[in-house]
């Protein structure tokens, strides 16, 4: 009973996790508004593949060692940079279809990943003990956790992506495009700028 119990706990973590407003859901929403739901599941997927290898190192190599909070909070500020970077590429898309490529390719999520001091507190923090929690009541439960995560992850983004989906004809035809691009865009530079401040506010 207490196995099924911690399943569902992590289940609902991982909702949680995919629900919560951060660059991932932004970028998903701004490559369904450029390119259609097809497009923004890639970038889901992406960051699914991103952060399961993230998570994975985390669980096997970062856990057997004392981190400092300090060094998260300084990745943070390399993570703000590529936030802006991201968010001036944004801006400038000026109607749907403009930008051929995809404004979030696989070595960009990998960066916004990889460069989030936040997502690696969140999981060295909350979701590291909770996976060695489940590893007590069953062999192999960090690697359980992992992926019982990861799939709720899963599942709360792709319905997000879904539903914005059904806003983006309406969104076309009152040509309200380019606004959305720029809102999109200063919601990214709101988080690198939000990670600046935790940073620096931490490290003073």
């Not at 399961?52 to 500020?77: G, N």
């Not at 460069?115 to 359980?144: D, H, K, M």
């Not at 539903?163 to 865009?185: D, E, M, Q, T, Y």
Request: hydrophobic fraction near 60%; proline fraction near 3%; aromatic fraction near 18%.
């Amino acid at each position: 009973m207490k196995l099924f119990s911690q399943i569902f706990e992590i289940f609902i973590l991982g909702i949680i996790g995919g629900a919560v407003p951060g660059p991932m859901l932004t970028a998903t929403f701004t490559e369904v508004l450029n390119g259609g739901l097809k497009k923004g599941m890639r970038v889901v997927f992406k960051a699914l593949i991103a952060e399961s290898i993230f998570a994975f190192l985390i669980l096997v190599v970062l856990f057997a060692f004392e981190i400092p909070p300090m060094y998260f909070y300084i990745i943070s500020l390399g993570g703000a940079v590529v936030l802006i970077w991201l968010a001036k590429q944004v801006w400038g898309i000026e109607k749907i279809g403009e930008n051929k490529g995809e404004v979030f390719s696989f070595p960009k999520i990998c960066l916004l990943t990889f460069l989030s001091g936040a997502l690696w507190i969140f999981w060295i923090t909350i979701c590291v003990p909770r996976a060695f929690e489940l590893n007590q009541i069953i062999s192999g439960g960090q690697y359980i956790f992992l992926i019982v995560f990861e799939l709720s992850w899963l599942f709360m983004t792709s319905f997000l992506a879904f539903v914005f989906s059904r806003f983006r004809p309406l969104l076309i035809r009152k040509k309200l495009v380019s606004i959305v691009f720029k809102i999109f865009a200063l919601i990214l530079v709101f988080f690198a700028v939000k990670a600046v401040w935790e940073s620096v506010v931490y490290l003073l």
